[in-house]
């Protein structure tokens, strides 16, 4: 399913991440021109739930409303990581500079600030667990953020 707002927009591949307590360090290449990720998907399952019950779900601060009274409306659970994903694709949609990073394999993070990463997919199971804060509420946070950084 693509994306309505943004048709010519094609999707991104994530970079693999590290499994968990690996690291290693390679050093990125001087001639790397390739921009980080912005559009990277996964969360199909979630648009179309929404388009069965009649709603558009653009990738906009306004659709966060929306996504948190579905969540408070029962939202299926087995929709959290789409709902993580759409929430990462929306700050690196509204957030200037924001972009995708995978540090731990299967958990994708939005990097929004030189020192600041979201965990995209934790913030969407706490948030379908309990109901605060909101994703209106994580949001706002996320725009205080990035508004401090120097």
């Not at 990581?81 to 299967?106: K, Q, S």
């Not at 929004?112 to 209106?136: Q, Y």
Request: charged share 20%; hydrophobic share 40%; aromatic share 8%.
């Amino acid at each position: 399913m693509s994306i309505p707002e943004d048709p010519a927009e094609h999707l991104q591949k994530l970079p693999e991440g590290m499994p968990i307590r690996y690291a290693e360090y390679r050093p990125v290449p001087s001639d790397a021109v390739e921009p980080p990720p912005t559009n990277v998907g996964g969360y199909e399952e979630l648009l179309g739930y929404f388009q069965q019950r009649g709603q558009p779900l653009p990738r906009t601060a306004e659709s966060l409303a929306t996504l948190d009274q579905a969540i408070n409306d029962g939202l299926p659970a087995e929709l959290v990581r789409p709902v993580g994903m759409f929430y990462g694709d929306l700050l690196t949609h509204t957030v200037p500079g924001a972009h995708w990073e995978v540090v731990e394999a299967a958990y994708p993070l939005v990097r929004v600030t030189r020192n600041v990463a979201i965990d995209v997919v934790r913030i969407a199971l706490r948030r379908m667990a309990i109901p605060n804060p909101t994703f209106e509420q994580n949001y706002a946070h996320v725009l205080e953020l990035v508004r401090q950084e120097p």
